[in-house]
């Protein structure tokens, strides 16, 4: 791809629709402690044969803009969270950033990259202030998720799988695999995707599980299982000009049982929507 294309495509591009402990822990609770650094050490093996065959990239480029983020949360009486945010993004032969992501990217085999990766859930999580029914519960926080990710790009579709660990709060993990696909249109460029996400059990009970101590006559104690949540999105990037761009993205998410039958929520679905803006240099 050439020319006005390929910088629509580039400037398009951009990685999605994000800290207590217990005092006392088990030899499980120990492993899941570990399992953020197993799973780096695991994608760094992978990757191992193709740090020896580097190739020249393109030079490193940088940008920054900002966007408005609306996210609807599961929780009941929950209002609808808008954000204005700053925006930066970094590319370069072994670094992506786009914040709040952060890839380590060890060089191709073939059709197939292997990466590091560090994100801040910036939407996971509530404070008990946020609705009338969540008086009484504990502060749930976001975390930093580290792991490994794989991306297959290929003439169908690019096909990802990602593999992340809590550092702190939950101590629970997430295994996503996805499709996405680009189609240019002149300036414009629509890329959907569709991804299955599955949440283990200690993730669930976390955001969405009801301590003894936080029962009520209306709100039952409930312990959360593992899950699967089934996301659908679509992406609108427009190319300004050879450095400016603009994007819109909506995105949904139909929830796993797990999730729904929590007390704390009463909604079967979540949805997002993205505009921002962005310069590069």
């Not at 629709?17 to 899941?32: N, T, V």
């Not at 976001?142 to 709060?169: C, H, I, P």
Request: with cysteine; charged share 20%.
């Amino acid at each position: 791809m050439r020319g006005r294309d390929h910088r629509v495509l580039r400037g398009a591009r951009h990685n999605a629709s994000g800290f207590s402990m217990p005092h006392h822990r088990s030899a499980s609770a120990r492993l899941c402690l570990r399992r953020p650094a197993l799973l780096l050490g695991a994608a760094a093996l992978l990757a191992a044969s193709a740090q020896a065959q580097e190739v020249p990239s393109a030079a490193p480029s940088w940008g920054v803009g900002g966007g408005v983020f609306y996210v609807r949360k599961p929780y009941k009486g929950y209002d609808s969270d808008t954000k204005v945010l700053p925006w930066v993004s970094y590319e370069s032969e072994h670094f992506s950033i786009q914040v709040p992501q952060i890839d380590y990217k060890f060089s191709p085999v073939g059709p197939v990259s292997f990466r590091l990766r560090a994100r801040y859930a910036l939407n996971d999580g509530y404070d008990a202030s946020d609705s009338p029914n969540l008086a009484g519960m504990a502060d749930r926080d976001a975390s930093v998720w580290l792991g490994a990710a794989a991306v297959w790009k290929n003439d169908f579709a690019n096909v990802s799988a990602e593999l992340l660990g809590a550092t702190g709060q939950s101590k629970g993990s997430k295994f996503t695999i996805g499709l996405d696909r680009n189609f240019g249109f002149g300036s414009f460029v629509l890329t959907p995707r569709i991804a299955a996400v599955y949440a283990d059990r200690k993730y669930v009970d976390y955001y969405y599980g009801v301590r003894a101590a936080e029962a009520t006559a209306s709100r039952a104690a409930y312990d959360g299982r593992s899950t699967t949540n089934l996301e659908l999105g679509l992406r609108l990037g427009y190319g300004i000009d050879a450095r400016q761009s603009l994007f819109l993205d909506v995105s949904g998410t139909r929830l796993g049982s797990a999730i729904k039958d929590s007390p704390l929520v009463d909604r079967s679905s979540v949805g997002g929507v993205r505009v921002g803006y962005l310069y590069r240099f």
